[in-house]
């Protein structure tokens, strides 16, 4: 996404406390035209507290929230220009599709006929214009929440948010909304902010990922970044698989673990995290230039393509995803032979 495209959302140093228990204690971050922000954390974290103090339906603490340069954080909800899409859709079950699409636009004053084309240009958008007569009870899952994103952007909002609008639906429906969403979000050029708490989900649709953990911000970054360099412990194991080593790196270019395993490493001596992802354990004829470990395989999960092991040197635990020959199939109690790609050894501050 263009670093030159205007800041849309803009929160600035946003606390929310309930009573004496603070639940976000400072957020910012700028959202820019156009950009699809996730908010990533487990449940618990805040990501819907952040979202609702955007939407205007919970004030916070202390901070400012800007839309487009303005400061609306004493601005009511209804006068926001935000469109929402809530996790249980809230369509209203006694109107029909189009009906609950053109509910916003009567509130607003739109014309009657300026309102018909819209509706028949949003419904076409989510391509249920079949439906438009149907109540939600008549739909399935995803078509509802189809007619909920219509109707959230049928008032051409500055931007759409959507907490964890995939969660009440089945895996691979999931999957497929999710590549309408990222079209649909795309073709409009809508800026969007979007709650959820599976990783999976925010890699795959997000130009940028906020990664949250009890209502701070661990890091932000594409997903490329946040997966190939997690700033933190915390990013590292929430987002995809990953082997943890505690230990030091001496002299610049040893790391070393408390139990004595030790990698060729260049980087800044002390106390560190060594992050290991699992395709960045290999069999040691893959790399003959670097130096090999004997392993012992603990586990071992057959996943189709890969085998996912999982190793053990001295106290170290390391997960290798590989592939094997049939009938060589890797067996839990046997030894290994592997390499740590230096390529793919990442650090992070050590956890005390
Ligand atoms: N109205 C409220 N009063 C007190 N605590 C609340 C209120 N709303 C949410 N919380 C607490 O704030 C924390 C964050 O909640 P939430 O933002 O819903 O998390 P998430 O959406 O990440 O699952 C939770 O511990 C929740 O119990
Ligand atoms: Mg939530």
């Not at 395709?279 to 395989?297: D, F, L, N």
């Amino acid at each position: 996404m263009s670093g030159l495209r205007e800041i849309i959302v803009c929160f600035r140093n946003v606390r929310k406390d309930y009573g004496a228990t603070t639940i976000v204690p400072d957020f910012s971050l700028d959202v820019r035209r156009g950009e699809l922000v996730c908010l990533l954390g487990p449940s618990g974290c805040g990501k819907t507290t952040t979202l609702r103090m955007l939407a205007g339906f919970i004030s916070p603490t202390s901070g400012e929230i800007l839309i487009e340069g303005q400061d609306v954080t004493r601005v009511p909800a209804y006068r926001r220009d935000v469109g929402i899409v809530f996790q249980n859709y809230a369509l209203f079950p006694h109107m029909t599709v189009a009906k609950n699409v053109e509910y916003g636009l009567v509130s607003i004053g739109m014309r009657r006929e300026e309102r018909a084309d819209r509706v028949q240009e949003m419904l076409l958008r989510v391509e249920l214009q079949q439906l438009a007569a149907r109540y939600p009870r008549e739909l399935s899952g995803g078509q509802q929440q189809r007619v909920a994103l219509a109707r959230a952007l049928a008032l051409q909002p500055k931007v759409l948010l959507l907490d964890e609008p995939f969660s009440n639906l089945d895996a691979q429906l999931r999957a497929r909304l999710r590549e309408d969403l990222r079209n649909l979000i795309r073709n409009l050029e809508m800026t969007t902010l979007f709650v959820t708490h599976d990783q999976e989900e925010a890699l795959t649709l997000a130009d940028r990922i906020v990664v949250m953990n009890k209502g701070a911000v661990e890091q932000v970054g594409s997903p490329e970044e946040i997966y190939d360099a997690p700033a933190t412990w915390y990013v590292a194991q929430f987002i995809g698989q990953c082997s943890l080593l505690e230990g030091q790196i001496l002299d610049g270019t040893l790391f070393r673990t408390d139990d004595g395993l030790t990698l060729p490493v260049s980087g800044q001596a002390g106390k560190t995290t060594a992050i290991i992802r699992p395709e960045g354990v290999k069999k040691a004829h893959e790399m003959p230039a670097v130096p090999s470990q004997r392993a012992t395989i603990e586990a071992s999960d057959y996943h189709g393509a890969l085998t996912r092991l999982h190793l053990r040197i001295g106290a170290s635990k390391l997960i290798m995803d590989s592939q094997f020959p049939v009938g060589q199939k890797p067996i839990p109690g046997e030894q290994i032979d592997i390499v740590i790609d230096p390529g793919g050894l990442r650090f992070v501050p050590a956890l005390q």
